[in-house]
Each structure stands twice: as C-alpha cells, then as structure tokens.
C-alpha cells in the first residue's frame, strides 16, 4: 500500500500570506497526485489533478508542483475563501489520501 | 452539471450490512467514468472505499476489500455499495463521486454526504 503523509498539520496565516503544504508519498508515484480542498460540511472540492494541473474554476493563485515522492500546494496571496482542510491522494495504485491540512486564520 | 445523491439508512446495527445507492443526474452512468465511494469518519480524514465502472470491473480498498460487494444499475443511472459486517469504526460520511476521465483518477463531481452511524 501507498502511504500518504501531509504536513503540516495544520498551520495558521492571515490574508494574503502564501501558504505552503506538502505531500510525501511512500514510493515514487510519479505524478500521479491530486489536492482537494474541503470545507466544513461540504464534499471535497479537485483543485489539483495529475500533481500540476489547475481544475476547470479554481483560482490561478492555487498551484501545484512535484513528482515522485515530494509534492507542494501553493496558495499566493490566502483569501478568505482558503481557509479550509487540504488533502492529497495518489492515484498511481489504487487510491490513498493523505492526513489533511487545515489552514486556519491566524 | 453532474450531480451525485447518495441515499443510505442513516442507523445500522453493528454486524448488519450497510447498503448505499449514489442517483447519478446529468452524466450517463455507462459514459465511461469511474465511480467511487469514499468516506469520513466524524471528525477525521477522507478514506477511499472503492470504486466501479458500468462493466462492474471493480476495485477496493484492500483494508476493506473483504466486506465490499458494489453494483451498477445503468437502467436507473445508479451505483451501490453494501458494505457488510459493520462496527462503531464504520461510521462516517458517506460520498459517492465520479472519477475524472477515463480511469482511476481524481473525484471531480461529489454528492453532499450522507451520514451513517452503527450502533445498537
């Protein structure tokens, strides 16, 4: 099985911080990885698929980057609307999400 | 838009079997994607359950592989998931979603949730 590890945990920023969380994953995936953001009460939302591209209606300040083991969501200048939990999942053998990160407002 | 609703007992004792049926709008189930369940237990992370194509070709959670029967009903445009022999650890948000594409790829259209709770 794949193993899935977010951190932080959880972090807190103020608006229009850049905030940074990364996703490791237990063997190479490629870049078979994607980020969701949920919030609370709703289903989670694809911001992120195949490790780098940006789902149709998600805001171009949302990015992603990496391959391998080693992965970044990047949010430029946080909104109000960003504050959420974040999750990674790889799909290169089966499916696996990771832990969440929440980012809280400071 | 592709809408996803997922209709479930909302209380299941433990040992029973827990039946969920996701009602697919506006995509046709046979369209080629993948469907999937994944849930949330209160308080904690996403789980992927499974997943299924229209063909019934299907794929598990190996952690819960041996509780999973899914199916495809393409004449109502809906999948299920009976997920049996339940326990307290069984409760959760329950989400049905479509896969993205042809493959076992990312969730890009997701149901509300449904909330199952085991207990006697």
């Known amino acids: 099985d794949i193993q899935m590890t977010q951190s932080p945990s959880s972090l807190s920023a103020s608006i229009g911080d850049r905030v940074t969380i990364t996703c490791q994953a237990s063997q190479d995936i490629s870049t078979y990885l994607n980020w969701y953001q949920q919030k609370p009460g709703k289903a989670p939302k694809l911001l992120i698929y195949d490790a780098s591209n940006l789902e149709t209606g998600v805001p171009s300040r949302i990015s992603g980057s990496g391959s391998g083991t080693e992965f970044t969501l990047t949010i430029n200048s946080l909104q109000a609307e960003d504050f959420a939990t974040y999750y990674c999942?790889?799909?290169?053998?089966?499916?696996?999400f990771g832990g969440g990160t929440k980012v809280e407002i400071k | 838009q592709v809408q996803l609703q997922e209709s479930g007992p909302g209380l299941v004792k433990p040992s029973e079997t827990l039946s969920l049926t996701c009602v697919v709008s506006n995509s046709s189930i046979s369209s080629g994607h993948y469907w999937g369940w994944i849930r949330q237990p209160p308080g904690e992370g996403l789980e992927w359950i499974a997943s299924i194509y229209y063909s019934e070709s299907n794929f598990h959670n190996p952690s819960l592989t041996s509780r999973i029967t899914m199916s495809v009903n393409p004449s109502k445009n809906q999948f299920s998931l009976n997920l049996s022999s339940v326990t307290a650890a069984d409760t959760a948000v329950y989400y049905c979603a479509r896969h993205k594409d042809g493959g076992l790829f990312g969730f890009d259209f997701w149901g509300q949730g449904t909330f199952v709770t085991v207990s006697s």
């Open positions: 999942q790889q799909f290169d053998n089966l499916l696996t």
